[in-house]
């Protein structure tokens, strides 16, 4: 009975965790490529390890709901899976003196190369060569920057983030 509570809760969980990756990215729009995104889904991966497949995809089946199931949106049933999966090349613990550098740091080095990671798609959906995409990546690299410098300032939360939530489940006593 206690392990099928605990279930009920993490998924209740990854659906709220899902629906505000949404909310906080549609309320910073107005902001070009500026938003939580990339911190929710590292905190999420620290957290949660692989299950943070289940808020990310919530967010992407929202996202598609929301704005369409267009071609642009082909991407993301990819490019945050392999976030989370980068992310999790790093240890589970990991001291907090080298943690509070090295989470802005991905987060930064994730914004910087999101460009790169959606330009396979944009070559493959729109038949571009190999000089076609580099130009395409080229085009784009000042919001990837502005990504970058927005990852890394929201980054500053995965630490404290992931520690809250970590100790809400503990004081709940709800497995990660």
Known sequence: MKKARNRLVLLSLFAMYGALMYVSKYIMEGLPNIHPLTMLIVTFTVVYR??????IYVYVFINGLYSG??????????????QCLITMLIPKKIPDRIAVIVYPVLCAILGLSFGVMYAPA???MFKYSFEQTVAWI????VFDLLHMGGNFAMGLLVLPL???IKKLHASAR???
Do not use: H, N, R
């Open 162 to 164: 992931s520690k809250l």
């Open 138 to 141: 080229s085009s784009g690299l």
């Open 50 to 55: 692989i299950k943070a497949l289940i808020p």
């Open 69 to 82: 199931f267009d071609i642009w949106w082909m991407p993301y049933l990819y490019l945050w899976a392999v």
């Open 122 to 124: 944009q070559a493959i």
């Open 174 to 176: 709800i497995p990660t």
